[in-house]
């Protein structure tokens, strides 16, 4: 854990908040994925961490950034945290998409972060040949073919985020008004109505619950 400097206003608890979690695990993917100021950014999953995922490399200076999304209220989130383009698009058409946008080079980094074969292989087939993926998509079922994985020439880098790294950068930056991860919460609930919480995010009803004692 990281104290803040003192005790924090109400409203900015949802922030700091995710700053601990999904914030960090976002920010993780896109440092993994190398995100430097002025690069194309893919990012595949249109969840929590996906959409901090999109404001991480927002904040780190992504010129161009492409949620991948079909959910119109989650893309209306992605677009507030910088989200410069959508696509509703899967697999192989998704991929075309990207590979369109980019005059058929791909992005310069991506952002995977579902964990299923299905995303991982379409993070690195919209990859362009030297560029880097962050993925902090638990894995469930993902088998990456050797040769296809060494034809592509792309790095892969992820795993369970190290937030704790980040965490002091990133609570300053709540701190200072500089971003508002908070706003990923769109659902808040008493404590004792977790499982009602769960259900919402199981059903997709809300992106991310905030649980108040």
């Given amino acids: 854990m990281v104290a803040t400097p003192e005790v924090p206003s109400d409203d900015l608890v949802p922030g700091l908040l995710a700053t601990s979690d999904v914030f960090g695990t976002g920010w993780f993917a896109a440092d993994a994925a190398g995100v430097q100021p002025g690069m194309t950014v893919v990012v595949v999953g249109d969840g929590a961490v996906g959409l901090l995922g999109v404001l991480s490399a927002k904040q780190k200076g992504a010129e161009r950034i492409i949620a991948m999304s079909r959910h119109a209220e989650r893309q209306d989130l992605a677009r507030a945290f910088g989200a410069t383009d959508i696509v509703e698009e899967r697999g192989d058409e998704g991929v075309a998409r990207v590979k369109d946008m980019t005059k058929g080079v791909g992005a310069d980094a991506v952002l995977e972060c579902v ?39 792309v790095r892969l880098h992820g795993g369970p985020a190290p937030v704790r790294r980040y965490l002091p950068d990133l609570i300053g930056s709540v701190l200072g008004g500089k971003v508002d991860p908070g706003k990923v919460f769109d659902l808040e609930l008493p404590l004792v109505r977790v499982a009602e919480a769960y259900r919402a995010m199981n059903k997709r009803t809300a992106v991310k619950v905030l649980l108040r004692p």
């Fill in 115 to 153: 964990g299923t074969p299905e995303s991982m292989m379409q993070a690195i087939r919209s990859t362009r040949p030297g560029g880097g993926i962050g993925y902090v998509g638990v894995p469930h079922g993902v088998e990456l073919d050797g040769q296809t994985l060494f034809f592509s020439h």
